[in-house]
C-alpha cells in the first residue's frame, strides 16, 4: 500500500492513505509558490479538491500557538462528509463548536478509536499534545511542539529538564513500529537544531522521518538528511511547500 504524503508548511502535513486523508497542524491558507496546474495539496494548501475520492478525513491540532492552528480547518466540512476534528483540549474552540458530534477534545496520554482509527495522545515539550495513528497496515506520528527546546538562554538546568522532559515523552513510543514520524528540526535552536530528531530515529527507529517545525528554512532537512539518512531510517528532504513524499511500507 502506497501511502502520500504532502508538506503543506511548517508542521502542517498531509498523509492520504487509501480514501482516508489525514491532516495535522494546518497553519498556513495561501500558496507559497505559483502553481497554475498543481492540485491544492501540491500547493501546499487544502481547497474542495484535496477531498476528492476522500470518504474520511481526520484533522488534528497538537496546540493553540498561531503557526499550528487555523479555524479555517472547520470550513472543510463543505467539501467531505464525513470529517472528524481531534484537538488537544487546550485548544479550547469557541462554544458552537464544542458541541460538534464530529469534534474530539485529548488531554494527554489519551486514547480512543474511530472506526478502524486508532488514536493515542502523547504529551509535549510546550503547549498541547502530541499524536499517533495507527491503522491496520500504518502509524504515524506527529509531534507538534514535542521537541527538545535546548535554546542557548536556558540555563544549564532548565536545559537539562528540557532533555529529561523529552526523553521521557519520546520513550512512551519504544517498543512501537511507526512507519512516518514527523518531528521538530528548528533551525532557530542553531547547532542544536538536530537534537530531538536524532534521538527519536535512535530510540525509535522510524521508517520514514519527516522534518517539520522549520517555517520556509528548507535547507535545515538537507542537512539533516546528509547526517542522519540510513537503510535503517529514510530521512525525508523537503524544498518547498507541496513536496510530495511517497511511503511504502516494506
Known amino acids: 500500500m502506497q501511502t502520500e504524503i504532502y508538506h503543506l508548511f511548517h508542521s502542517g502535513t498531509a498523509v492520504r492513505v487509501k480514501d482516508k486523508l489525514f491532516i495535522f497542524d494546518y497553519f498556513k491558507d495561501e500558496p507559497q509558490q505559483k502553481?497554475?496546474?498543481?492540485?491544492?495539496?501540491?500547493?501546499?494548501?487544502?481547497?474542495?479538491?484535496t477531498f476528492k475520492n476522500i470518504n474520511e478525513a481526520y484533522v488534528f491540532v497538537s496546540h493553540s500557538h498561531h503557526d499550528h492552528y487555523n479555524k479555517v480547518i472547520f470550513e472543510w466540512e463543505k467539501y467531505c462528509d464525513?470529517?472528524?476534528?481531534?484537538?488537544?483540549?487546550?485548544?479550547?474552540p469557541e462554544a458552537e463548536l464544542k458541541n460538534k458530534a464530529n469534534l474530539y477534545l485529548m488531554e494527554k496520554d489519551e486514547e480512543f478509536k474511530l472506526g478502524d482509527v486508532e488514536i493515542s495522545s502523547y504529551g509535549s515539550t510546550d503547549e498541547g499534545v502530541s499524536f499517533l495513528v495507527e491503522l491496520e497496515d500504518l502509524s504515524i506520528f506527529h509531534a507538534g511542539d514535542l521537541n527538545w527546546w535546548k535554546w542557548k538562554?536556558?540555563?544549564?538546568?532548565?536545559?537539562?529538564?528540557?532533555?529529561?522532559?523529552y526523553k521521557r515523552e519520546v520513550d512512551k513510543l519504544t517498543g512501537k513500529i511507526i512507519d512516518i514520524a514527523f518531528v521538530p528540526v528548528d533551525p532557530r535552536l542553531e547547532e542544536h537544531f538536530y537534537l530531538a530528531g536524532e534521538y527519536f530515529i535512535e530510540e525509535i527507529m522510524p521508517s520514514l522521518f519527516i522534518p517539520i517545525h522549520f517555517a520556509d528554512n528548507y535547507d535545515i532537512t538537507r542537512f539533516f538528511k546528509e547526517r542522519f539518512n540510513s537503510d535503517r531510517t529514510r530521512v525525508a528532504e523537503i524544498a518547498e511547500p507541496g513536496e510530495k513524499i511517497l511511503y511504502t511500507r516494506k
Open 82 to 92: 464525513n470529517v472528524n476534528y481531534i484537538l488537544a483540549a487546550e485548544v479550547e
Open 35 to 49: 502553481k497554475a496546474l498543481a492540485s491544492s495539496l501540491e500547493k501546499g494548501i487544502i481547497r474542495e479538491d
Open 153 to 165: 538562554k536556558f540555563s544549564a538546568k532548565v536545559q537539562k529538564r528540557e532533555e529529561r522532559e
